[in-house]
């Protein structure tokens, strides 16, 4: 059974306060989100394997752990998680990115698939699964149906801000992945927009309102 974490650290709280205002520019905001990566990052990988290895200091010869194993993989759900994987890879420059392409039907709400460009060895290795909205939780287990379908167990998904639907939809859909949430907003509105939210992450990112 996979767990769901929201962090509750006051440099994420400032920092997603931040992101919601709505005068808050687009180059402000793209570090914020990268910032709030790299924190929460700090503990969705906080078990990550270590071996020691030697190492000749300035004073003396000694043991000190280091990574093992293939590193992790960070996919990012298109195209707003691409925001997310600056501030990952700051932690963990060696490990690899993949891509998934979802788009959301205006109508339905449903994800459509347009993209996938995956590791081959993804089975071995620890996927990291950044988008920075939970919303109905759809692109999410949609995306976790696509990391699954390559061999993968070991799923990490991370978002800044999630609501209780969506939440509640990707624990039901995949129970054994572990969840990472920056703040879990109140509730989705009519549009299936997270209220109160912060707007279209994607475009904030980006520049593209």
């Known amino acids: 059974m996979g ?7 006051p440099l994420i709280k400032h920092k997603i306060t931040l992101m919601r205002d709505e ?5 402000a905001f793209r570090s914020l989100v990268e910032e709030i990566a790299m924190l929460m990052g700090y503990e969705a990988l906080r078990d990550l394997p270590t071996e ?10 000694t043991e000190a752990p280091v990574l093992s194993g293939k590193k992790p993989v960070i996919v ?8 997310m994987v600056g501030g990952l890879l700051a932690l963990v420059p060696s490990a690899k990115v993949g891509h998934i392409g979802l788009a959301r039907d205006e109508v339905t709400h449903l994800p459509h698939e347009y993209l996938c460009k995956l590791p081959a060895d993804l089975s071995e290795r620890t996927v990291i699964l950044p988008d920075p909205m939970l919303a109905t939780g759809g692109s999410a287990a949609a995306a976790v149906d696509i990391i699954k379908r390559h061999g993968c167990r070991d799923i990490r998904f991370m ?10 939809a990707l624990k ?7 969840i990472y949430i920056g703040c879990l907003d109140e509730r989705l509105n009519e549009n299936a927009y997270i209220v109160p939210g912060l707007g279209d992450a994607g475009d904030r990112i980006f520049g593209t309102l």
Not at 52 to 61: D, F, G, H, R, S
Not at 76 to 83: F, M, N, Q
Not at 159 to 168: K, N, S, T
């Open 23 to 27: 005068n808050t520019g687009t180059q």
């Open 52 to 61: 020691l290895i030697k190492v000749k200091t300035p004073v003396a010869e």
């Open 3 to 9: 767990k769901t974490i929201i962090l509750d650290h």
């Open 159 to 168: 978002c800044v801000i999630a609501a209780p639907e969506g939440l509640e």
């Open 76 to 83: 990012p759900v298109l195209r707003a998680g691409l925001g």
């Open 172 to 178: 039901k859909a995949h129970p054994d992945i572990d």
